[in-house]
């Protein structure tokens, strides 16, 4: 009997060892306004299992956090102890404080999608993935729009082309017309029918960015 917990506590020994050898998330990096974790290059996958049998220490590491925990895992079962499945985990996506974002899984591969209050625009990607370094992919911004009124351009300024309606065009990008967004565009009503495709006028809304208008 006694040589049966020598045994035991050797074994428990060496795995204590071994887990502290074995690859980690070994510092942060500072970079574009995020903490970056960076792996060892054998680093193991964005998910797995923890703990060797037949005496299991299980827990995970880093980014990965804990999604259930088993006995005998992927294979040989514990004697003592237990496994643990781990998976990288983003935690919490933040959001602009005009901005909402919608999503309650944050595991790797999961999205959530951002929008923005009224009387802001979002700019940027409106989703953001949970990657397997355990960073969020960039986050969009919501730009506050001033209104500025109702202006008259040609369809040509918002696509390019020539059509018979302005229904429903938009535009955002650089100043056109001294607005950097036109939308809600209607045809003008000009009291004479066309009989060839022409560049037909608009009347739309026009916008500032606050940041632009001062």
């Known amino acids: ?12 020994g ?3 060892r071994a887990d502290s050898q074995s690859p980690a998330w070994i510092k942060e990096v500072e ?5 970056e974790w960076m792996p060892q290059p054998d680093f193991i996958d964005d998910i797995y299992w923890a703990g060797t049998a037949p005496i299991c220490v299980g827990g995970c590491k880093g980014r990965h956090q804990e999604l259930r925990r088993d006995s005998c895992g992927n294979s040989d079962c514990c004697w003592l102890g237990y ?3 781990c998976r990288v985990n983003c935690g919490k996506p933040d959001v602009d404080y005009n901005g909402a974002v919608y999503g309650n899984d944050w595991w790797v591969g999961s999205v959530v999608r951002y929008t ?3 009387g802001f625009l979002l700019l940027g990607n409106s989703t953001r993935t ?4 355990g960073l969020w992919t960039p986050k969009p911004t919501c730009l506050r729009m001033c209104p500025k009124g109702r202006i008259e351009i040609s369809e040509r300024e918002l696509s ?9 065009k938009s535009y955002f990008g650089p100043p056109k017309q001294g607005c950097s967004k036109v939308d809600n565009c209607m045809k003008k009503q000009t009291g004479w029918k ?4 022409q560049c037909i006028p608009c009347i739309c809304d026009c916008a500032l960015s606050c940041a632009s208008a001062g």
């Not at 009997?1 to 428990?12: A, D, G, H, T, Y």
């Not at 970079?31 to 903490?35: A, D, K, N, Q, V």
């Not at 066309?194 to 495709?197: Q, T, V, Y």
């Open 14 to 16: 060496s795995l204590l």
């Open 194 to 197: 066309r009989f060839f495709s």
């Open 31 to 35: 970079g574009s306004g995020e903490t």
């Open 1 to 12: 009997m006694r040589s049966f917990l020598l045994l035991l506590l050797l074994l428990f």
């Open 130 to 133: 949970c990657q397997a370094n």
């Open 116 to 118: 923005c209050r009224s």
């Open 83 to 85: 496994k643990s499945l």
């Open 160 to 168: 390019g082309s020539c059509n018979s309606t302005c229904m429903n």
